[in-house]
Each structure stands twice: as C-alpha cells, then as structure tokens.
C-alpha cells in the first residue's frame, strides 16, 4: 500500500532538467523512476510538462510536475496497492482529466506510474522483469545499436536520424551485445582511417560529416565485414529516418543530398535501398501524418522490411487501432512517456503482438539511468529494443541491465534473434 510520493527535478543526459518520483510504502520498501524525454517528438505524444519560466533552466525546469506528484498525485495515490497497477494508471489519468495527459503532465504521472512498479517488486523481493510477468516466457531482446547518429540527435552529420545494427544471428544476448560493440569499434577506426570525425551525437553513435546518406549505409557495412560478420545473416542494419523532421511542405528534404522528395520518390529511395542494402528495418520513413503515404510504403516493401510507426503512432492505441486497420505499417515502436502511463503502454505492445505485429521498447534521446525498457522487453518479449550505440551510460546502463538480466534467468535465458523480425 503507498503510504508516500516524492517528487523530484534531476537531469537527463543532455542536461535538461526530467521528472523522477519515489514512492514509499506502508512495509517501509521504496521504488524510484525517472521519466526521459525526447528531441525529435511526435506532435501527437502525451505533453511533458514543463516550467516555461525563463529564469529556470532556460524555462526547462519541471518543478510544476514535481509539485503535481507531491500534491494532487500522492494524496490521489496513498493509500492505494502499489501492486494494482491498473487502478493507479486509471486514477491518474482519471485526476489529470485531459486526452493528452496536459494539466498534471505525462512526466508527473509516468514517473509515479513506474515507481510504483518499482516499488511493488521490490516489496515482494522480485526482478521488475518477473514482477511485471510473473509467468514469461522470458525472452533477451535483439539490440538495435545506434552506431551512426545524424538528425536532430548530431548537427552536421546525416539527414536520417539513426543508422543501427541488429547482431540477428548471435546465439545469445551476450554475444550479440559483443558482435555490436566490436562493429562499433571498428566503425570508429574506419571513420578515422576516412578522415571522419568521430565524437558522438546524443545516443552515443557517431556523428561525422558523410557527404551522403549511402556513405553511411556503406561505411557500415564495412565496419561490419571488418570486425568479421557476415553484413545481413549476422549482422542487420536498421534504420529510423525521423521523417516527420525532414517534411517541409508537402516534400521530403535530404539537405545532404541536395534533393527534396516527394512521398512516392522517397518510397522508391527506400525499395532501392532493401533491395541493395541488408536493411532488415525502417523506422520513421515518412511523416508522422503521411497515412496515404504509410500504407503505400507498406504495400510496396512491407513483406520483407519490418516498418515501424514511431512518431506515427505514439504509443497511442488509437492511433494504432488506425495502423492496424489501414495496414499502415507491420511494426510499432514503444516509449514509455508518449503515452504516460505503464498500463497504456502494456495495452498498447499487447494489441500490437495479438495482430502479429513487432515491437520495439525505445529509449529516448534524452535519457537517465533508469534501466526500465530492459526489463521491460524482456517481460513482454518485444524481441527488440533501441537504446542507442554500447556508449554513455544513460544507454549502457540498460545493456548491462539486459546483461544481469541473462544472468539471472541463466539456462532459462532465451535470445529472440532473427525470430524478432518474423513480420506477418
Ligand atoms: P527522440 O528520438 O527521443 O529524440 O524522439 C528517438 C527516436 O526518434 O526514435
Ligand atoms: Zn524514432
């Protein structure tokens, strides 16, 4: 039972003030969370509220959403079971009164959501990942590690967002962590050898300055030959081109490539780009309202490419009651605070998984150390998970929680592998 909520006003790591909250409850147990937050964000995603008072970290502060966890929120919140998951998600979603989560905040109210959580397993002395699936199966997911970073995520570097491997064939999870941390390690000495810079964007990829987006594709491939995997049935790549940051008017515009594509030409961009490239995945590929688009896209390379609404579905389960219905896309990608809340989230990856759709559990670009999304996609058994490149510790610290994770489960521990990717 919640006896008490704190709130509190910490830093993500790109050192932009995030809400986290501690629940306490009656046995003395504690549970603490902390909520991320976004650069290229969907126009549709939950609001995540913040201070708009200049004199405070550039307006940036979330001190409104630290005092509507330690107000309105707790004393909604005492006295309930931490462990009734669905009547706290409701109760909050029933005092905020809004579709998008605006007058509390979703930061306020995901960051009490997944302390809760926290909480409750710890109280009964289990992993989060068994607390949230006390059954399983269990499964270790593949990691999608973003080795090359352009967008919004890394200024001068590529059009497209995120460039990731995805070690498919590795027999477990330990090693497919390994085969991408020496592809990103010889990607860095290949960029050097090019001349390429090689500090990192946000989420700990690479960001040089490619003369295009196909330099980045083929450097990549390399790298992955050079570390000694077969590109494709070892090793896959995937890509989240953050369309919707890209559309201006109508057209699609590579500034890198000096061109501005319609919704049909970029559709055949990427064709080429599958029937080229060992390209298992597309993230993001148009614009965020681009519906007609989506569906053409689907049906054009949708039986051999995993494409994933991101920005176009917002974990929103109305949204991807529309995906579903249009076939707008064959996959769903999963953040936690687009939505704001865990039983939304869960509602949401389950409606996916019933109609034979993947899913992906996704970190953000500003992140903490809070490792939930591993636990997370191994309780549902998402198959995949993004969070970022095998650097900095915001992203480590949930690939070395996937890591205790396979050493807890031990002989149980299974590796989705390429059977993540079976789109039906
Ligand atoms: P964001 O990027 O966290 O900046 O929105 C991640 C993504 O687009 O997948
Ligand atoms: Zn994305």
Redesign the pocket.
């Known amino acids: 039972v919640i006896r008490s909520i704190k709130g509190h006003e910490i830093l993500d790591s790109r050192g932009n003030p995030t809400a986290a909250a501690t629940v306490t409850l009656d046995d003395g147990t504690t549970g603490w969370a902390a909520v ?1 937050s ?4 969907g126009t549709h995603e939950a609001v995540e509220l913040r201070d708009e008072d200049p004199r405070r970290y550039g307006g940036k502060g979330v001190l409104k959403a630290v005092r509507n966890i330690e107000s309105e929120i707790a004393a909604a919140a005492a006295g309930k079971d931490a462990a009734d998951q669905k009547a706290l998600d409701e109760a909050m979603i029933a005092l905020d009164g809004t579709q998008n989560k605006s007058r509390l905040g979703a930061n306020a109210i995901l960051a009490v959501s997944l302390a809760a959580a926290r909480a409750a397993a710890n109280s009964q002395g289990v992993s989060l990942f068994r607390y949230l699936n006390p059954a399983g199966p269990y499964s270790l997911p593949v990691p999608l590690l973003n080795i090359l970073n352009g967008g ?2 890394a200024a001068n570097s590529t059009d497209f ?2 460039f990731m491997i995805a070690p498919v064939g590795a027999p477990t999870f330990s090693d497919a962590l390994r085969m991408g941390v020496e592809i990103y390690h010889s990607l860095k000495s290949l960029l050097k050898k090019l001349g390429y810079g090689t500090n990192v964007g946000d989420e700990g990829g690479f960001a040089p300055s490619l003369r295009s987006n196909a330099e980045a594709i083929e450097v990549i491939i390399k790298a992955i030959e050079k570390a000694g995997y077969a590109p494709g049935r070892e090793c896959a790549i995937a890509l ?1 081109s ?1 369309a919707s940051e890209l559309y201006r008017e109508g057209r699609y515009v590579l500034e890198r490539e000096n061109r501005a594509l319609s919704s049909a030409e970029l559709i055949e961009f990427y064709a080429k780009w599958a029937a080229d490239y060992p390209i298992i995945s597309i ?2 590929a148009l614009f965020e309202d681009d519906w007609e688009g989506w569906k053409a896209l689907t049906a054009r390379i949708g039986h051999k490419v995993q494409l994933v609404g ?2 176009l579905y917002v974990t929103n389960i109305k949204r991807l009651k529309r995906g579903l219905a249009e076939k707008s896309s064959n996959s769903i ?1 999963i ?1 936690l605070n687009q939505i704001g809340s865990l039983t939304e989230t869960i509602a949401t990856i389950e409606m996916a998984h019933r109609a034979g759709w993947t899913t992906i559990v ?5 992140e903490t150390e809070d490792t939930t999304i591993a636990d997370l996609s191994v309780a549902l058994a998402t198959g995949q998970i ?1 969070t970022g490149a095998p650097c900095r510790s915001e992203r480590t610290c949930k690939y070395n929680r996937l890591l205790a994770i396979e050493a807890e489960l031990g002989a149980e521990a299974r590796y989705t592998g390429a059977a993540a990717f079976r789109i039906s």
């Open positions: 991320p976004g650069a290229s964000t919004r995520h967002q995120e989240d953050a993230e993001d991101d920005d990608l953040k996704s970190h953000r670009s500003g993004k």
